[in-house]
């Protein structure tokens, strides 16, 4: 006699398509800097710079609001860029920006560990530490990107 009862019923384990995988991964990257950002507001003294017109890199002007925008607007775009391109412009895209973006969160880490007088940046460490391990998954799911058989 056979047991035709099913074994144990697992879950399907369903594959996703790179172009989603690096479109949710730019749209985690940006909650990451909107809560990072929303955090860094509870900081002591720093609703005051933002009155006062100061940032870590100097007093706001026009220009520095500009290059503000585009850091935050590229992997904005990124999002949609991720799932809208051609397979093999969206690879090297995705590998090119998320490098550049995850050196310059890694040269924030470096000198907000070296400048200890910021008390209060562990929290902001902790996201810079995250931001670039999700780079690092983007730029390895670019890399990894399935080629068509032959």
């Known amino acids: ?30 909650f990451l800097y909107i809560y990072c950002d929303f955090f860094d507001m509870m900081s002591p003294g720093n609703i005051e710079s933002k009155i006062n017109l100061t940032t870590p890199v100097g007093p706001v002007t026009p220009q520095l609001l500009v290059i503000f925008s585009l ?24 590998i090119i920006v998320a490098m550049v973006w995850s050196s310059m969160s890694f040269i924030i880490l470096v000198w907000d560990i070296i400048d200890q007088s910021l008390p209060w940046s562990a929290f902001y460490d902790l996201f810079q530490l995250v931001e670039i391990v999700v780079f690092c998954i983007i730029v390895r799911t670019a890399w990894k990107w399935p080629k068509v058989e032959a």
């Open 1 to 30: 006699m056979t047991n035709t009862s099913p074994k144990s019923k697992g879950l399907i384990d369903s594959k996703i398509d790179v172009k989603v995988k690096l479109a949710s991964l730019w749209a985690s990257l940006m």
């Open 71 to 94: 850091i935050l607007i590229v992997p904005t775009l990124m999002i949609c860029l991720s799932t809208l391109l051609k397979p093999r412009i969206n690879k090297w895209l995705n």
